[in-house]
């Protein structure tokens, strides 16, 4: 095996047991978008049409793409966590690969999520979400919200090196939970204004949520709308491997200088 992958290996280890001693949080992670599926789809679902669509089987997709975006909260939140206890420090001064550690921490928190997917699935399916695509399609939706969660993870790991602080970056992760608000996870983006709806298509959340939709079958990409959506298997490969091309050497270099 190699040193990355051992060292690697070694640090999801340790990441996994530190959340099998944290189940509050745990499970408060992974319910919380059961909470927002069932509040927005049964207290809003009434008041937001979507045609030719129940507004609870276009909101499942969304909150799958909005919880792999999350990956940018969690990823931070840890990193600025370990970084500011010190743990960081402790990593650097042991014969280690600089790209294991976080990579043991995304991987870890990719496991976690996949597991966390399952719940959200069931329950989508309960309040009448429907995958009519087959199961190919259908596996090679959750594959493109792993892949998606695993860049965001990057992200937000290379933020949380950056700040090095993590009651800051429990604030600054906060603040992203806007950023689902503002792409087409929740609402539809074609009756958008013309200048929001193109940030709105523009975010790669809404490139995750149509690629869901389209692969499960739920509804086909909207008219006219901006490439990664009209497109949005592509966009969502594309968006993940420009997220990942461009942070995983990013957070590697800010972790090897994050001591200095």
């Known amino acids: 095996m190699s040193t990355i992958a051992y060292?690697?290996?070694?640090?999801?280890?340790?990441?996994?047991?530190?959340?099998?001693?944290?189940?509050?949080?745990?499970?408060?992670?992974?319910?919380?978008?059961i909470t927002m599926l069932l509040f927005f789809g049964y207290v809003f679902g009434s008041a937001?049409?979507?045609?030719?669509?129940?507004?609870r089987a276009f909101l499942v997709p969304g909150l799958l793409a909005a919880?792999?975006?999350?990956?940018?909260?969690?990823?931070?939140?840890?990193?600025?966590?370990?970084?500011?206890?010190?743990?960081?420090?402790?990593?650097?001064?042991?014969?280690?690969?600089?790209?294991?550690?976080p990579l043991g921490q995304t991987a870890a928190d990719l496991l976690v999520t996949a597991a966390g997917t399952v719940p959200l699935a069931l329950v989508g399916l309960a309040v009448g979400w429907r995958v009519e695509g087959g199961a190919l399609a259908a596996l090679g939706a959750?594959?493109?919200?792993?892949?998606f969660r695993f860049a965001a993870a990057w992200v937000g790991c290379c933020l949380?090196?950056?700040i090095h602080n993590e009651e800051a970056a429990g604030q600054l992760g906060s603040a992203t939970f806007?950023?689902?608000?503002?792409?087409?996870?929740?609402?539809p983006t074609d009756n958008l204004p013309g200048g929001l709806r193109a940030v709105a298509?523009?975010?790669?959340?809404?490139?995750?949520?149509?690629?869901?939709?389209?692969?499960?079958?739920?509804?086909?990409p909207a008219a006219g709308a901006a490439w990664p959506v009209a497109h949005p298997?592509?966009?969502?490969?594309a968006w993940s491997l420009v997220l990942l091309a461009v942070f995983v050497p990013l957070t590697v270099r800010a972790y090897a200088n994050s001591g200095r």
């Open 142 to 147: 959750f594959g493109l919200l792993a892949l």
């Open 201 to 220: 298509e523009w975010n790669p959340i809404s490139a995750v949520a149509a690629a869901v939709r389209d692969l499960c079958g739920n509804a086909e």
């Open 160 to 162: 949380g090196l950056l």
């Open 48 to 55: 937001l049409a979507v045609p030719g669509q129940e507004y």
């Open 233 to 237: 298997v592509a966009g969502t490969l």
């Open 67 to 101: 919880t792999a975006a999350n990956g940018v909260m969690t990823g931070m939140f840890q990193a600025a966590q370990d970084s500011h206890r010190g743990v960081m420090d402790r990593f650097r001064t042991m014969p280690m690969s600089r790209t294991a550690v």
């Open 178 to 187: 806007v950023l689902p608000l503002m792409s087409g996870a929740y609402i």
């Open 7 to 33: 060292d690697g290996t070694a640090v999801l280890g340790r990441h996994l047991r530190r959340i099998r001693h944290a189940p509050g949080v745990l499970i408060l992670t992974q319910t919380m978008p």
